[in-house]
């Protein structure tokens, strides 16, 4: 079946601009997460769903950043005003149920550059 | 905290050598443990994962790696490199039970030389 898709897969926009990331993730996965990676780094937890429901925000790098899921299935994560230091490879990873040890399916990532 | 260390940024090696990426993790108690590896363009792949029993665990693409509880590791090993491996490797751990997160390491870049 298909795997978790991700777009755009890439995305240039000028500094003080909002995006938005699109993720798709396996049909029936319950669980979704969002990584960022900034070059030559791992990756950074953003925030996961269980379901439409983001219980933590916590890892959320500031309040320009937000995320949704709807219908179990599409969520997008936002970023407003977005800051030369968002510039990374937004991941997106999905698994059958929440939680170790469910495996997480990545996709391909979203690679912004803020000018 | 949980942290995840591969001391080595980038490693070379010769296509047909042995091959040991290195993973350290600081943690409490035993994590469960993976190995990711991701090419250009792609998204991460696991490779292999440790849960509980046996400590060498054995991968996809000929991967293996060994946990050493008192050593707090978990090298991923390859007898014999194909150029096709080259790629950047993570390490990541996560916690039993827990909703949150995988934690990740740095990364190491592999480079396989013909």
């Known amino acids: 079946g298909a795997g978790v898709s991700q777009s755009p897969s890439n995305k240039v926009t000028e500094k003080g601009k909002d995006v938005e990331l699109r993720c798709d993730p396996i049909?029936?996965?319950?669980?979704l997460y969002w990584y960022r990676q900034r070059l030559g780094q791992g990756l950074e937890f953003l925030i996961y769903?269980?379901?439409?429901?983001?219980?933590?925000k916590s890892g959320l790098p500031s309040d320009r950043f937000s995320a949704e899921r709807t219908g179990e299935s599409v969520s997008t994560l936002t970023i407003q005003r977005t800051q030369q230091e968002d510039s990374a490879v937004y991941l997106c990873?999905?698994?059958?149920?929440?939680?170790?040890?469910?495996?997480?399916?990545f996709g391909p990532g979203t690679r912004l550059t803020v000018t | 905290a949980q942290s995840v260390t591969q001391p080595d940024i980038h490693i070379t090696v010769s296509e047909g050598a042995s091959l040991e990426l290195r993973c350290n993790y600081s943690?409490?108690?035993?994590?469960?443990l993976f190995w990711y590896v991701q090419s250009p363009g792609q998204g991460l792949q696991l490779l292999l994962k440790?849960?509980?029993?046996?400590?060498l665990v054995q991968g996809i693409k000929g991967f293996e790696a060994e946990f050493k509880r008192s050593q707090s590791s978990f090298n991923l090993r390859k007898p014999s490199v194909h150029w096709s491996d080259a790629a950047e490797y993570f390490c990541?751990?996560?916690?039993?039970?827990?909703?949150?997160?995988?934690?990740f390491g740095s990364g190491t870049q592999l480079t396989v030389l013909p």
């Open positions: 990873a999905s698994s059958e149920a929440l939680g170790v040890p469910y495996e997480q399916y």
């Open positions: 049909s029936g996965h319950t669980a």
């Open positions: 769903f269980q379901g439409n429901s983001a219980p933590d």
């Open positions: 943690y409490g108690a035993t994590p469960y």
């Open positions: 440790y849960f509980s029993g046996d400590t």
């Open positions: 990541a751990v996560g916690l039993s039970g827990s909703a949150r997160q995988l934690t």
